[in-house]
């Protein structure tokens, strides 16, 4: 194969291995592109074309987060990684691995980690590289990565939850939350609800957003089914689809532009978290975005009674 034949084949790997240490669809872009170059200009042929493209791929995100700390800790208001629509690489012996590594919830403990570990994690725990191909891609001893990788699964244990929904029992929730929401119900949506869930949406201060996390059942309940009928009609609609590889929706205002994503977190036969992603700057990927301060006034428009 030439070399564009062997890059183009491996592309979806590297998106991979760049979004997961990143949690940006722009930024992993970017440095699939950035590698495609270096290998381009490279005179020499690599061993192994994917574990040399990987290596530059996972070092260019490496340094890139770097940066990005720096803005996201100074980011307004909750930070969550651009919604993914769909992992361009599989792997049906490591499906489950996969899946998981991509959810909101588990990019979310990734960001806790270094950037080395964080690297570290992907390639060897999501993407089973050896710890020789590990040592290469992140510039330090075989000895070294193993204790970064000690040190990243506890970390991700520790944060990760005791029980976890199989992909059917996540689907029919989702499909009777969706259900619930469209109609209204503010019953139907309790009981699908955990006791303590939470819902938060990440604004970045460019969209309305709300003010802090909205805890409890009965609140976040009683909030939905008053704002989504409100949306409704204003001819706002959303489509079921998966966020992150877990069940959710894409928001879309009357000319079917992109308002937002929502993305559930489903445990124990209910839902935990409710993640909406609303900054403009982090849907441009799926689709051209709508104007969300003019939807959100008219909401608050339809809110008012009719005299």
Same mark, same amino acid.
């Given at each position: 194969?030439?070399?564009?034949?062997?890059?183009?084949?491996?592309?979806?790997?590297?998106?991979?291995?760049?979004?997961?240490?990143?949690?940006? @669809?722009?930024?992993?872009?970017?440095?699939?592109?950035?590698?495609?170059?270096?290998?381009?200009?490279?005179?020499?042929?690599?061993?192994?074309?994917?574990?040399?493209?990987?290596?530059?791929?996972?070092?260019?995100?490496?340094?890139?987060?770097?940066?990005?700390?720096?803005?996201?800790?100074?980011?307004?208001?909750?930070?969550?990684?651009?919604?993914?629509?769909?992992?361009?690489?599989?792997?049906?012996?490591?499906?489950?691995?996969?899946?998981?590594? @991509?959810?909101?919830?588990?990019?979310?403990?990734?960001?806790?980690?270094?950037?080395?570990?964080?690297?570290?994690?992907?390639?060897?725990?999501?993407?089973?590289?050896?710890?020789?191909?590990?040592?290469?891609?992140?510039?330090?001893?075989?000895?070294?990565?193993?204790?970064?990788? @000690?040190?990243?699964?506890?970390?991700?244990?520790?944060?990760?939850?005791?029980?976890?929904?199989?992909?059917?029992?996540?689907?029919?929730?989702?499909?009777?939350?969706?259900?619930?929401?469209?109609?209204?119900?503010?019953?139907?949506?309790?009981?699908?609800?955990?006791?303590?869930?939470?819902?938060?949406?990440?604004?970045?201060?460019?969209?309305?957003?709300?003010?802090?996390?909205?805890?409890?059942?009965?609140?976040?309940?009683?909030?939905?089914?008053?704002?989504?009928?409100?949306?409704?009609?204003?001819?706002?609609?959303?489509?079921?689809?998966?966020?992150?590889?877990?069940?959710?929706?894409?928001?879309?205002?009357?000319?079917?532009? @992109?308002?937002?994503?929502?993305?559930?977190?489903?445990?124990?036969?209910?839902?935990?978290?409710?993640?909406?992603?609303?900054?403009?700057?982090?849907?441009?990927?799926?689709?051209?975005?709508?104007?969300?301060?003019?939807?959100?006034?008219?909401?608050?428009?339809?809110?008012?009674?009719?005299?």
């Amino acid at each position: 194969m030439s070399r564009t034949e062997e890059f183009q084949e491996l592309r979806p790997l590297l998106f991979s291995i760049a979004y997961r240490i990143l949690g940006s @669809v722009s930024e992993a872009e970017d440095a699939v592109q950035e590698t495609w170059l270096r290998f381009e200009a490279s005179p020499t042929e690599p061993r192994s074309t994917k574990a040399y493209l990987s290596a530059v791929v996972t070092r260019i995100s490496i340094d890139v987060l770097r940066s990005a700390r720096v803005r996201r800790e100074e980011y307004v208001g909750p930070w969550f990684p651009e919604p993914l629509l769909a992992d361009p690489y599989e792997d049906p012996a490591r499906s489950a691995e996969l899946a998981d590594s @991509v959810s909101m919830a588990a990019l979310l403990l990734l960001e806790r980690l270094s950037p080395l570990e964080r690297a570290v994690f992907v390639l060897r725990e999501v993407f089973d590289f050896g710890f020789p191909e590990v040592a290469s891609a992140v510039g330090r001893s075989e000895a070294a990565c193993r204790q970064l990788a @000690v040190r990243a699964r506890r970390h991700m244990a520790a944060g990760r939850p005791r029980f976890e929904a199989d992909r059917t029992e996540r689907e029919e929730l989702a499909t009777r939350f969706f259900d619930a929401l469209r109609e209204g119900d503010v019953a139907g949506l309790r009981d699908l609800l955990a006791a303590d869930v939470s819902m938060v949406g990440d604004g970045g201060g460019k969209a309305p957003q709300l003010a802090r996390a909205i805890i409890g059942d009965e609140k976040v309940a009683r909030l939905l089914a008053s704002v989504f009928p409100l949306m409704a009609r204003i001819d706002v609609t959303f489509e079921p689809h998966e966020v992150n590889g877990q069940s959710g929706a894409i928001f879309r205002d009357r000319d079917g532009k @992109v308002l937002h994503t929502l993305a559930l977190d489903v445990l124990d036969g209910q839902i935990q978290t409710i993640r909406m992603v609303i900054n403009p700057d982090k849907l441009g990927h799926v689709g051209p975005v709508a104007d969300a301060w003019a939807i959100d006034r008219e909401v608050r428009q339809a809110r008012r009674p009719t005299e």
